[in-house]
Nanobody, 126 residues
């Protein structure tokens, strides 16, 4: 069974922090490009961060640079989210792309990812 499971979402006030986790089972994430996506109500699911072991690089959408940090420890990928803003609200998904060893810059569309978690809700509100 190939599976990704997200956890760590919740309700947080603006300026607060959350750490999302994505646990993989059934395959080795060392050989995939891993992306974090979010989908706000009524909007398309879009990538917010990516990590690829091929070039030990991490990438972030401009709106989260300096606030979010993606990392990986074995088969768990984390997204540390600091200084959260209301516009960060949405369902967050982790996904794995078999386009590895492609760089993150080449894997930015949801259609390029093969495996998806069920999502975890992040709500930033006062």
């Amino acid at each position: 069974q190939l599976q990704l499971v997200e956890s760590g979402g919740g309700l947080v006030q603006p300026g607060g922090s959350l750490r999302l986790s994505c646990a993989a089972s059934g395959f080795n994430l060392d050989y995939y490009v891993i992306g974090w996506f979010r989908q706000a109500p009524g909007k398309e699911r879009e990538v917010v961060s990516c990590i690829s072991s091929s070039d030990i690089s991490t990438k972030y959408v401009d709106s989260v640079k300096g606030r979010f940090t993606i990392s990986k420890d074995n088969n768990i990928v984390y997204l540390q989210m600091n200084s959260l803003k209301p516009e960060d609200t949405g369902v967050y998904y982790c996904a794995a792309s078999s386009d590895y060893p492609a760089h993150c810059t080449a894997v930015r569309r949801k259609g390029q990812y093969d495996y998806w978690g069920q999502g975890t809700q992040v709500t930033v509100s006062s």
